[in-house]
């Protein structure tokens, strides 16, 4: 057991790691061509939330293994976000973006470090990689309805399952449920994807398309709720009128 648990905080931070460096390649492309268009964005800015409150919480139980494992993803996720404002203002207002940047992370680690409660902090991890994992899924419906994958990165999906599923035995053996809620359902996110890239290629040996049932009825209520808000409206505004 000790020696299991002594190779997987060993092994954990450099897949994690794997995983931090994974989209470089989409970002220098980015930056060759100037064009932040294919950048996920909203993923770089979750993921650095998340690594602030992973070191927060490695230094509230002074876990080693989780402390340098988020403070290497949180600069990776600093680097890509510097690469993203180059590229959308044109390699200007550097002094904004880094006080704001430097504001709003050391804030946030001093207040997450010191000042909030460990079952918090913990609630805090679970829900924001349950966001960070579920944010791909946006595209589920776009991705089943044209049977095209290539939004989703290969690389990053398959080393996502890795990561989670080290994570999750990890957590197991450490007996520490913060690591581990969120490792697990970053686990099955991650799964599903690979599941959604491997239907697209014609290899999964059962149909996915029933999903887009689900995605329809969504549509169709989110659809429901505008039309129904519209005689709202035109009521209000002809009742002023009169």
Not at 70 to 87: E, K, P, R, V
Request: charged fraction near 10%; hydrophobic fraction near 55%.
């Amino acid at each position: 057991g000790a020696v299991l648990t002594l190779a997987l905080s060993i092994a954990c931070p450099l897949v994690t790691m794997a995983q931090f460096v994974a989209p470089a390649p989409l970002v220098a492309d980015a930056t060759r061509k100037m064009s932040a268009q294919h950048l996920p964005t909203q993923g770089f800015i979750l993921q650095a939330g998340c690594n602030v409150l992973g070191i927060s919480y490695g230094v509230q139980i002074s876990n080693g293994a989780v402390l340098v494992t988020n403070m290497f993803g949180l600069g990776c996720q600093i680097f890509f976000l510097a690469a993203n404002h180059m590229i959308r203002s044109a390699n200007s207002g550097w002094f904004g973006f880094a006080f704001k940047l430097a504001t709003i992370f050391n804030c946030s680690l001093v207040v997450g470090s010191s000042l909030m409660p460990l079952t918090l902090l913990g609630h805090a991890i679970t829900w924001l990689n349950i966001v960070m994992y579920a944010s791909p899924l946006q595209k589920v419906g776009v991705i089943l309805r044209s049977k095209d994958a290539s939004a989703l990165s290969i690389a990053i999906t398959l080393i996502s399952v890795a990561n989670n599923a080290l994570w999750s035995l990890y957590a197991l053996m450490m007996r520490d449920s913060v690591l581990l809620v969120p490792s697990v359902l970053g686990y099955l996110l991650s799964s599903f994807q690979v599941l959604l890239i491997v239907w697209c290629r014609g290899a999964l040996p059962f149909d996915l398309a029933f999903l887009l049932l689900a995605c329809r009825e969504r549509k169709d209520a989110a659809k429901q709720l505008d039309e129904d808000q519209v005689p709202i409206v035109l009521g209000r505004g002809s009742l002023e009128s009169d």
